[in-house]
Every structure is written in structure tokens, then in C-alpha cells.
């Protein structure tokens, strides 16, 4: 194809299809839906936090209140000796009326317990109390309390070398163990991938204290997902599959993979991404290395102009725990990335959007007003490194957009019980920038999470916010051994997204309409109706409704 033909061709892409006359920046929005790592953006990934912020069984020490028998004659006053471990003032009300009192050995016996629970309940998860031979010299009865200093850890069940070091440093300090310091140990060592704490128990050998926790652990999972959130150009019908296998190299390691095409147009589009994490201390930090390759090739009304798409993108993340514990978590993360995308029309380039960014982000799961809240907060920066691209630069998928930039973007979501049966889910994004953004760094507005009622992208901008309010109906198992729960829901959501500078392809979308998600055995299942509200879909040009399902097991 001659030089002369190329810009004709181009000009064909805007213009010649009906569906694209009265849409601005059609052809814009064909072409990002054909972007691999827009597509990538849309499919199943793993949870960035916990799905709920358990923690595991904690056993109190097995010990008999241990009672000397005494004569103690009327009791002028207790000393309470924990080594100086709890404060003094933190047992008193537990043993305050006991003084004046002549105390038998079941009176003894209870008042040693009511001790060591009020230890317990101040934080001393192992704590334990017993009462000496003494001569009870002036009245006074001595109680010694144990507050639960751990010598060592045992870990049983399953074997995991990070789970010995991590147990090692944070519990087997020397003094005695706070609860928040073993929930958050053991919160901890839940999180290594595949290791899940059964339960604790503590003992005394010969005087030493020792945390007995048994774990679990899963080598390998994954996860098959079939769903037609596609378009017409990719899709509509994806399979999606993640795998993780674990202890690759090292204990506590992980080789997550997830592969994603359209099954019954496999040329249409084809995602790969691998990412590699390991442990780096024994304080839960992670290091991850990522890459990822892309290629589409769209059908639809880009089928003739023989459109392809190609993404390469290689990231390393480093994340550490900031605070863990049942109520609340907190982590944060620094991650580097470099993308490149290229597409080409009849075998001419296109678009080549080359960009490095880094961003730093935290994210968490708390407890909040009855229910469970997650949610991220992350700026992210594209770095004025050579070959990046610019403004004004030639086939950019912008014309307007660079890769220097800073931006700023959120994600939240509340879920709340109303009733046993009934709970409601808040959720909303947005996005700040500080100028105009290539295709890859915008925030789009579409798709399965917020605008369900049209395809993925089909706004897109600089900066926006996105909502949706779902209300979910839990009716149990339905049919025995055939529909093992069944979840009923209605919805509402949409956004607004705007481009600076005057950009086209912004604008608002809403939504609203409702589905049914089953588990069959086995098997997890979804039937969604979405009406669109105040805008015609892209591909249909009316406001029919947009009826979605997916398909999916857990391996």
C-alpha cells in the first residue's frame, strides 16, 4: 500500500461506517476496544486484600489454675508479680475483693482465674496465674502471673520455612505476647500464598513457653472463567483462566499466570501475563517481577482493515504490610512498569504509545459502620525517560496525550448486612490528572463494574468518577445437591468522565437492572439484565437492554 492510500484508509476508519457518523471520536472508541491493555483491564484478576478480615482460632493456654493449699487467714492485701510485664493497675479490680476476706481453696482457685482472664482480656492472649506455697506473712497473699512469654514456635501440620522465620521474629521476642502482635503474626502468615492457619495452642515444656500453630497449605489453584463482556470487535465471548503455583524456588514464593482469548474467534484476541513474587524479610514484604504480551486482531467493523494490536508490558512491585489485624489492614506498594502498544492499519502503523510510570499506592480492608470496607488510594507518575512518548509526536493514540504525566485515582467499596438475608454493596472509582493521557492511562467508564449497561470503554477520559449501588437478596441453597445458594440483586451505576484540554471521547453513562448469581455444584454462575438509561449503546445504536452472563469454577 502506497503512502498516498494509508491516509485514505484512515479517514475510512472515521467516516465510512453509519454506526459511526452521529458518535464523536467513534472511530477512537472502536480502536481503544481493541487496545490489549484496555481489554486487560476488564478481566477477572485476584483480590488485592482479603475477602474478609478473619483471623484464625486462638486457643487460651490449657492450664489448670495452679493453687497451693494455704491457710490464708484474713487477707490484708494482694501483690500481683507479672515480672513487669502488665501494669499492675490492669489486674486490681480482678482481686479487689478479695482483701478482708479469709479465702478457702475453691475461693482461691477462682480468684487465681478471675487473674489470669483479666490479663487475657487486657491483651494477654496466654496469660495464666497460680498461687505459691507462701507463709502469708502480714496477710499478704502473692499471686505470680505468667503473662505468656513464647520461647519458641512450632509450626505443624504442613511445612513452611517463611512461616517459621516470620513466627520466629515476631512472636519469639523474649516478653510476653500481645494480642494484636499474634493476630497480626498469624494474619501474617495467612497471607503467604497457599498457607492457611488452622489454629494455635499454647503449652509449657519444662518451663519454656511454646506456640504450637498448624497450617495448611495449597501447592496450587486455579480458576476458569467464560463470559461475554466483549464487543463486537473483541468478543463477545472470553475465556479467562488463572493458575498459581507455589513454592517454585523458595518457601512462600509464587508463579501466578493468567491467560485470557476469545474462544471461538481465537485470532481476535490473545493476553498473556506472568508474575513472579517472593518473600524479602520476615516481615510480610513482597517483591514481584511481571510481564505481560497482548495481541488483538478485531472482527466487527474493523475486520477489513485488517487492525492489529499488540501490548508488551514488564513491572516490578515492591509491597509491604503497614498494619494487619482483624478490625483493619493497611499495605503499600511501589511499582515501575514500562508499556509499549503498537497498532497498525493494513500493515502500517497506526498508534505507538510508549510509556514508564511509577506509582505508589495503599490499599486496606477495615470494618466500618457495621460492614466491611476496601478500598485504594494511588498516585501514579509517567517519568520523562528517552523514548517515552510526547505530545505532538506521530501516531500517538492521543493526539493531545503524553507520557509524562501525574495522576491520582481511588477505588472503594462498602459492603453492608442489612438483614441475614440481605445486604447492599456501595462502590465508586475516580481519577485526577495533570494533562491529557494517552488511551492505556485513562479512566473508562463501561463495562462489568461501573456501567453495566454497555460495553467496556465506551467513555473514556483524563479524570471522572464512577458509583454503583447494588442491593443483594442471599436465599440459601435451592435446590439440594443441583443449586447450592442462590443470590438475587438489583443495581444502579454510571459516571462521568471528562478529557482536559477540550478532548474528545468524555461524557456519562448510566445504568441500572438486575441478575441472579447461583452456585451449581462445582460451579459459580451469573445471568445479568442492564438497561441503559441515558445514552444508546455503541454497538446496537438503542438502548436494549444488555444481557451478560458468566460461568465459572475454582480449582
Not at 505507538?352 to 466500618?368: F, H, I, Y
Not at 445471568?527 to 469454577?553: C, G, H, Q, W
Request: aromatic content about 6%.
Amino acid at each position: 500500500m502506497s503512502d498516498r492510500q494509508f491516509p485514505f484508509h484512515v479517514a475510512l476508519l472515521a467516516t465510512a461506517s453509519p454506526l459511526m457518523v452521529c458518535v464523536p471520536a467513534a472511530a477512537q472508541t472502536r480502536l481503544d476496544r481493541a487496545d490489549p491493555t484496555i481489554v486487560e483491564q476488564t478481566l477477572p484478576k485476584p483480590s488485592a486484600v482479603p475477602a474478609d478480615p478473619q483471623a484464625p482460632l486462638i486457643q487460651p493456654p490449657t492450664i489448670n489454675p495452679a493453687v497451693t493449699p494455704i491457710r490464708t487467714g484474713t487477707i490484708a492485701a494482694v501483690i500481683v508479680d507479672s515480672g513487669g510485664e502488665i501494669p499492675p493497675a490492669v489486674l486490681a479490680p480482678a482481686y479487689a475483693d478479695a482483701i478482708g476476706r479469709d479465702l478457702d481453696g475453691a475461693a482461691l482457685a477462682a480468684l487465681v482465674e478471675r487473674i489470669a482472664d483479666a490479663a487475657r482480656k487486657a491483651g494477654y492472649p496466654f496469660a495464666s496465674a497460680a498461687i505459691d506455697a507462701q507463709t502469708m506473712r502480714d496477710g499478704v497473699l502473692r499471686v505470680r502471673v505468667d503473662p505468656g512469654k513464647i520461647d519458641a514456635v512450632r509450626v505443624i501440620g504442613a511445612r513452611s520455612t517463611a512461616a517459621d522465620a516470620l513466627l520466629g521474629k515476631a512472636l519469639a521476642t523474649g516478653h510476653a505476647v500481645r494480642r494484636r502482635q499474634l493476630e497480626r503474626a498469624l494474619l501474617l502468615v495467612g497471607d503467604i500464598p497457599g498457607v492457611r492457619v488452622a489454629s494455635t495452642r499454647f503449652v509449657r515444656q519444662d518451663g519454656f513457653g511454646i506456640l504450637l500453630v498448624t497450617i495448611e497449605f495449597d501447592r496450587a489453584s486455579a480458576y476458569a472463567q467464560v463470559d461475554n463482556r466483549g464487543s463486537q470487535e473483541v468478543g463477545p465471548l472470553r475465556s479467562t483462566l488463572l493458575g498459581s503455583l507455589r513454592g517454585v524456588a523458595s518457601s512462600g514464593d509464587e508463579l501466578a499466570l493468567l491467560a485470557s482469548q476469545t474462544p471461538t474467534e481465537p485470532s481476535e484476541f490473545a493476553f498473556v501475563r506472568a508474575r513472579y513474587a517472593a518473600p524479602v524479610d520476615r516481615d510480610g514484604s513482597l517483591l514481584s517481577v511481571s510481564g505481560s504480551y497482548g495481541r488483538s486482531h478485531p472482527g466487527g467493523f474493523l475486520r477489513p482493515l485488517d487492525v492489529i494490536g499488540r501490548s508488551v508490558d514488564l513491572g516490578v512491585t515492591y509491597a509491604r504490610p503497614l498494619l494487619r489485624s482483624r478490625d483493619r489492614s493497611l499495605w503499600t506498594s511501589v511499582e515501575l512498569r514500562a508499556v509499549t502498544i503498537r497498532q497498525t492499519l493494513l500493515g502500517r502503523l497506526l498508534r505507538d504509545d510508549r510509556l514508564a510510570t511509577l506509582t505508589g499506592s495503599v490499599n486496606g480492608v477495615s470494618r466500618l459502620a457495621g460492614g466491611v470496607m476496601r478500598g485504594e488510594v494511588g498516585v501514579t507518575t509517567g517519568l520523562p525517560l528517552d523514548g517515552v512518548t510526547h505530545q505532538g509526536d506521530l501516531r500517538t493514540s492521543r493526539p493531545d496525550g503524553d507520557a509524562r504525566f501525574v495522576s491520582a485515582g481511588y477505588t472503594v467499596d462498602w459492603a453492608w448486612r442489612l438483614a441475614p438475608p440481605v445486604s447492599v454493596v456501595v462502590a465508586s472509582s475516580g481519577q485526577l490528572a495533570s494533562r491529557p493521557l494517552l488511551a492505556t492511562a485513562e479512566l473508562g467508564l463501561g463495562g462489568p463494574v461501573f456501567g453495566r449497561g454497555y460495553d467496556y470503554a465506551e467513555r473514556t477520559g483524563d479524570q471522572g468518577i464512577l458509583a454503583s449501588v447494588e442491593l443483594r437478596g442471599d436465599l440459601g441453597p435451592f435446590i439440594p445437591h443441583l443449586i447450592e445458594r442462590v443470590q438475587l440483586y438489583g443495581f444502579v451505576d454510571g459516571g462521568m468522565v471528562t478529557n482536559l484540554r477540550g478532548g474528545t471521547g468524555g461524557g456519562s453513562l448510566f445504568s441500572s437492572g438486575g441478575g441472579v448469581r447461583f452456585g451449581l455444584v462445582g460451579l459459580d454462575a451469573m445471568v445479568e439484565a442492564a438497561l441503559p438509561i441515558n445514552a444508546d449503546r455503541f454497538d446496537t445504536r438503542d438502548k436494549r437492554p444488555r444481557i451478560s452472563f458468566r460461568l465459572s469454577r475454582a480449582f
